[in-house]
């Protein structure tokens, strides 16, 4: 028996398809079939009943299911242990970042190759993979040591910290007659619609145009998107005319570069919103510790 066979059987008990399963573990159906019956021959146990459609865990499948996971958790972390003991010999950091960061990231690399040569810095785009609901789990689970997200993070075995502030500014189609400025009130928007993605995807920002809306006592006419201002479905939405986005922008994030869109600066009290940086707390890793001051050094404004 080995975790492979526990594996397929996890898969299998947990789909009660075989079609599911081999589809979940990227691997055809008559392979997965005969782990399931290796390992039913070694343990001398039928763990499954075929029945027209599907199939369904034996009494004994069902006992076997509990000590499976048991196992395969305990396997994870053996692993993520080794892992964890690799990186420190080799000295390895992974940063999850929240889009739009590559100048903040180049700029890392670049100080932090000065100060500890040789620390391989890899980066994973953490909306890629659901930001809101996977950076602390990232995080616990040691896929990633560090994360530089909008999304707040509040867990007792993590740490934050702000990094720095973002300019919220107005994403408007280029023949917008404020296009042109060199900032912008949202008064002179009174007429616009306010394209806004739905809250979960950047709760911070979402929080924080509403509020300023509140303060300056502005009711907006909203549409919430299926998309974002930062991929370019959104984009094209502002230089189709369908309304304004309000997005962010600082020295260490891209700009919102596309044909038919301008971007201008808010001229609001408190138009910004935090750039967070989240580690583990009590990290034992120095790499990681020394990327933690390389960031405050080279980013906290």
């Not at 305990?74 to 003991?85: D, K, P, S, V």
């Not at 280029?174 to 007429?191: C, E, I, K, N, Y």
């Not at 993605?197 to 502005?218: G, H, I, T």
């Not at 408190?270 to 707390?281: D, E, H, I, S």
Request: proline share 6%.
């Amino acid at each position: 028996m080995t975790l492979r066979h526990l594996r397929a059987f996890m898969a299998v008990a947990e789909e009660l398809s075989f079609t599911g399963a081999a589809r979940r573990l990227h691997i055809s159906q008559p392979p997965l079939s005969r782990q399931i019956q290796q390992l039913e021959k070694e343990i001398g146990v039928k763990l499954f009943l075929r029945r027209s459609p599907g199939i369904e865990l034996t009494d004994r499948g069902r006992v076997f299911l509990a000590e499976a996971r048991r196992l395969s958790a305990i396997a994870n972390e053996f692993l993520q242990t080794a892992q964890r003991l690799r990186r420190e010999g080799i000295g390895v950091v992974r940063v999850g970042s929240a889009w739009g960061l590559w100048k903040a990231m180049n700029r890392l690399r670049v100080h932090h190759a000065k100060r500890h040569p040789g620390i391989e810095i890899t980066v994973e785009d953490l909306w890629s993979r659901g930001e809101l609901h996977n950076v602390a789990d990232a995080l616990r689970r040691q896929q990633i040591d560090v994360a530089l997200t909008r999304v707040p993070v509040d867990a007792p075995s993590l740490e934050c910290e702000v990094l720095f502030q973002e300019q919220i500014v107005v994403l408007m189609r280029d023949t917008h007659p404020l296009a042109r400025s060199r900032s912008v009130r949202l008064g002179q928007f009174a007429g616009d619609t306010l394209l806004m993605p739905e809250r979960k995807s950047s709760p911070l920002l979402y929080d924080r145009v509403l509020a300023l809306y509140a303060a300056a006592a502005l009711t907006p006419q909203m549409v919430h998107t299926q998309t974002t201002p930062d991929v370019p479905s959104g984009l094209l939405q502002v230089a189709a005319g369908d309304g304004i986005y309000l997005s962010v922008a600082s020295p260490f994030t891209q700009p919102h570069a596309a044909t038919g869109v301008a971007e201008v600066p808010l001229d609001e009290p408190n138009a910004t919103t935090p750039m967070l940086m989240v580690w583990r707390r009590d990290e034992p890793l120095n790499v990681v510790t020394n990327f933690l001051a390389t960031a405050r050094d080279a980013l906290i404004t």
